[in-house]
């Protein structure tokens, strides 16, 4: 299983495509805002649910790897 991100495209999602995404048997809510749900589910699973869902579209999730900004001490000096 895979997880991807719904997103609509207009104003609030209507409560009934969420009803909908909630009913689906092979596809699991992980989270939700009034615009995007995380969703985990197969890709086929997820393809089919967006298509039934008129404005929405389906992304798989990114993670990204925050880098490290504290400020070191940097030792440039050679022992003599």
Partial sequence: ?????LRYSGGAAPEEHAD?????SNVKVLDRSPKMM??????????KLAGQLPGWSLH????????????RIVNDVEPA
């Fill in 60 to 71: 798989p999730e990114q993670q990204y790897n925050i880098p490290d900004t504290r400020k």
């Fill in 1 to 5: 299983m895979a997880r991807f991100i």
């Fill in 20 to 24: 909908l995404v909630n009913a689906a």
């Fill in 38 to 47: 995380l969703v985990e589910a197969s890709e086929d699973d997820a393809q």
